[in-house]
């Protein structure tokens, strides 16, 4: 199994970046992506999941008018795109393959190997 992120992106404020993951060596339906961040001495923060199967998402409050994820099964790869950047949102992005126990909670097995964003002028 494998998360095979894109490569380090630097913006302005104000403009938007699209990022992807690109999943391989199972079936890219049969689990959840969720998409984490973390800043510059910051611990991580989860941004939302996107079911692959169906392309259904839940994104966390703080993102929901900033953010989208998408899901292209024909190439396995998961993107995530984030809006009217501000400097705070300088962090390194991370898509992690969710596993959901019977008690419903959630851990990660497989980690893409990150991305960095820089927003700055």
């Known amino acids: 199994v494998q998360l095979v992120q894109s490569g380090a992106e630097l913006r302005n404020p104000g403009t938007s970046v699209k990022v992807s993951c690109k999943a391989s060596g199972y079936t890219v339906t049969n689990y959840d992506i969720d998409w984490v961040r973390q800043g510059p001495g910051q611990g991580l923060e989860w941004m939302g999941r996107i079911d692959p199967e169906d392309g259904g998402t839940k994104y966390a409050q703080k993102f929901q008018a900033r953010v989208t994820f998408t899901a292209d099964t024909s190439t396995t790869t998961i993107y995530l795109e984030l809006s009217r950047l501000r400097s705070e949102d300088t962090a390194v992005y991370y898509c992690?393959?969710?596993?959901?126990?019977?008690?419903?909670?959630?851990?990660?097995?497989?980690w893409g190997q990150g991305i960095q964003v820089t927003v700055s002028s």
């Open positions: 992690a393959r969710a596993v959901v126990s019977s008690s419903y909670s959630t851990f990660y097995d497989y």
